[in-house]
Every structure is written in structure tokens, then in C-alpha cells.
């Protein structure tokens, strides 16, 4: 026989999580569908979640894990391949089983797509970065470089500014020409020096971050090497949310990428289904996941309990007639 759940919840980050731990004390039968590729993996570290400030990404969901356990919540190593809704939903997994729940919670995140500059994707989460929220201040006062990838990249060398006195501006594929007038001036007040020419690779020596290097030809030097010990670059966010498009869900366009249009709690447009973290938003950190799971899960809570209410009320009625 099929299992049946309360709820479903399709990936084990942080914001999985989170709502699990609130659907596990409310007493409600869940399960965790994690397929184990967290965004922040290449972390060494996360800050910012007051009290786990500096913890390891990997030991922060190892706890979390541990936590759900206690309530009964069931996790599994596996991913959702497809889900039909019907009167419930019937969640199929790659490993083969299927399972049936009456609410889901979507928190499958986004991945990062890195510029192919070789070596970025090798240094991703150590001095190659792309948070200075989450990495600016163990990096302060290094000498910075930010790779740009399209004139919005401005607004990140202006922000990491605030970390650095020595900021460079690599242009890479986007022509001076493309910047605006005041594009200039705020670099140019904070003090982010603009270097013209696409980057060929970055220099790593005794495996740290030495430099970047130029390619041959370009306008400030071919194969000129700037001096840098960290390396600011902007991913292309891609969220994860092929299963929230099959069920129908209503997206929305941002800089960022698509995303589900949500309510306040997370209910997306389709009725039943909840999403969190980045699986609504590029800027989801993990304290604002976190307390996304948990509004999806106390949504679902209150909404199954009215839900089985005026189930009750009807059939009491009925046998009244």
C-alpha cells in the first residue's frame, strides 16, 4: 500500500528543515525527501544566524537533522521525480517508491551557475566568493577583485567596498561603454579602481589566491596580473522549480531568475502547496529560510486542522438530517 503523510516536504536544506521541525511537534506524520546538495556546500562556514554565527553549513543541517528525528519526522536520501495531484498528492521518488500527502512544502533552492573563468569554480566558497554579508568580515582589508558579468555587477563592487579599501573592478566581457555615468562616480567615490579587458584565469599559489590574470590583448596589459587575495564574482541563480511548473504554479519574472508567486506564509498558487528559501527568492539566507519553513509549516498546521474541522461539522450535520 501506498504511504500516506500529512506532508511532504521535498528538500533537506535549511528551510526543509525548519518546516519539518514545526510539522513534527505539531504531531503531524511528515517526511524530508533530501537529495543532499545544499547551495551552500562550498561553505566553509555561514554567518549572520545569531547564535550559529561562524558554524559549518554541513554541521548546521547534521543538527537540524537530528532535531526532526526527535518528533518523528522521516527523512530520506532520495529526490522527487514527479508529483500528480488528485485528491491528495502522489509524490513519486527516483529510488522507485511513491508516496501520498495531503500538503506539500517545496524548499528545492536554487543552484549557482559560476562564470567559466578557470579556476572560479575550484575557489568557489574559499577566496573566490560572492556574499560579502556572509564572508566579508573574515576577508576584511584584503585586497579584493570583483568580476563583473553585466553592468548590474556595479552594485557588488560598490557593496564590497564597505570590507575593503582595495577594490578592483574587472570589466571581463562588459564594456566600459556599458557602464552609466553614475556608475562611474560611485566607483570612483568609493574608491574601486575599473580595470578594462577580459579575465583569463586566476593565479593560485600554495593553494591560496594570488592573483588574477589577464588575457593577451587586453587594453590595461595581455596577461597583465593584478594582485588579489579575494575574488568577488555574481552566479547566475537558477532556481530549482521544475516540480512547483508542473503542478501549475503561477511564476513571476525577477533579475534572478522565476519564481513561485507566494503569500506571505509561502502558499503558492496552486492550493496545498507551500514553497521556502530560495526556492522563493535569490536573497533567502539561511536565517530568512529558516523562518520560511517555519511560516510554510504553521500555515499548514492551522490549515489542516480548519480542514478537518468542517469535515467533522459536516458529517455531524449529516447524521442530524
Known sequence: MTERYAVVVVGGGTAGL???????????????VDAGEP?????????GYLSRDGMPPAEFLAVGREEIAR????LVRDRVVEVEKGEDFAVVLAGGRTVRARRLVIATGLKDELP??????????RDVLHCPFCHGWEVRDQPFGVLATSPASVHQALIVSQWSKDVRFFLHT???EELSDQDLRRLAAAGVEVVPGEVAGLVVEDDR?????LAGGAPSGGGTVHARSVLFVAPRPVPQTGLLERLGAELHETPFGAYPVVDPTGLTTVPGVWAAGNAIGFAEQVVHAASGGYRAASA?????????LDAAAQEQAATQE
Not at 525548519?18 to 524530508?32: E, I, N, Q, Y
Not at 547551495?39 to 554567518?47: E, I, S, T, V
Not at 499548514?300 to 478537518?308: E, K, P, S
Open 174 to 176: 562588459v564594456a566600459e
Open 209 to 213: 589566491l594570488t592573483g588574477v590574470r
Open 71 to 74: 518528533y518523528g519526522v522521516e
Open 300 to 308: 499548514i498546521v492551522g490549515d489542516l486542522l480548519m480542514t478537518d
Open 116 to 125: 567559466a573563468v578557470p579556476g572560479v569554480a575550484e575557489r568557489f566558497g
Open 39 to 47: 547551495r551552500n556546500a562550498p561553505a566553509a562556514h555561514m554567518q
Open 18 to 32: 525548519s518546516a519539518a521541525l514545526v510539522l513534527g511537534r505539531a504531531r503531524h506524520r511528515t517526511l524530508v
